[in-house]
């Protein structure tokens, strides 16, 4: 079964409006990362937080890790259409291997 | 610095045909990934290698499919024989597993599977 779950599915935003997409995960981790999938491509790595993280800045991204719920959240500010992608969380209990969600669409209307 | 090379990127087959795919990881990691990627169920991990060597191919859905690391540079997924379920978007992804870059995956832009 998936560790991560994203929420929502679907997301829809005007230019210049900030987005956050959260992800909730079921047992204990050594980190959580995010990862952007443009369409027909590849899954390109985000950001990393750490389990003895709380938050974490990448540019415009804002990554908030809460264990205490199990939860992630990945902000994106002042949003653009080149943003539109699909974003999915993951999950890494330090032995390697990842654990994705079933991800976030975001569509950013230019 | 090129990164994990696919190939082919697409492939269109017909049920009962043998498909392999091929991956190049990035020089110097030493953990390789292959990942389906379908609508339905998702992003799914098959199986993974770390210096070469299978680590969990708990992902691997059955007998039909094999995957091989012979050396550090290079990877196969083999259907056999493939069937049209089998159709999905396979990833490889490559990571150091060290240092800050623990376990952060680098991704292939895939090999689009139809089996008709």
């Known amino acids: 079964s998936q560790q991560g779950e994203e929420d929502p599915q679907a997301l829809s935003i005007q230019e210049g409006e900030n987005a956050t997409m959260n992800c909730s995960y079921k047992?204990?981790?050594?980190?959580l990362q995010w990862y952007r999938q443009n369409s027909g491509r590849g899954l390109v790595h985000l950001i990393l937080i750490r389990s003895n993280e709380r938050e974490k800045h990448s540019g415009r991204l804002r990554v908030t890790l809460d264990t205490s719920k199990k939860s992630s959240s990945l902000l994106i500010t002042a949003s653009r259409a080149a943003d539109t992608a699909s974003y999915f969380c993951a999950t890494g209990k330090g032995t390697g291997k990842l654990i994705f969600g079933q991800g976030t669409t975001l569509q950013v209307k230019p | 610095d090129a990164g994990v090379i696919q190939s082919p990127r697409h492939e269109v087959t017909e049920m009962g045909q043998e498909v392999t795919l091929r991956c190049k990881p990035i020089?110097?990691?030493?953990?390789l990934f292959w990942y389906r990627q379908t609508m339905m169920r998702g992003l799914e991990l098959l199986i993974y290698f770390n210096n070469n060597v299978p680590i969990d191919d708990s992902g691997m859905p059955e007998d039909r499919f094999s995957a091989k690391m012979p050396n550090a540079s290079f990877s196969t997924l083999k259907i056999q024989p493939s069937e049209p379920r089998d159709s999905a978007v396979y990833f490889c992804a490559s990571s150091p597993q060290r240092g800050d870059l623990q376990e952060t995956q680098y991704f292939g832009p895939g090999t689009r599977l139809l089996v008709l």
């Open positions: 047992t204990s981790i050594n980190n």
């Open positions: 020089s110097g990691h030493n953990s």
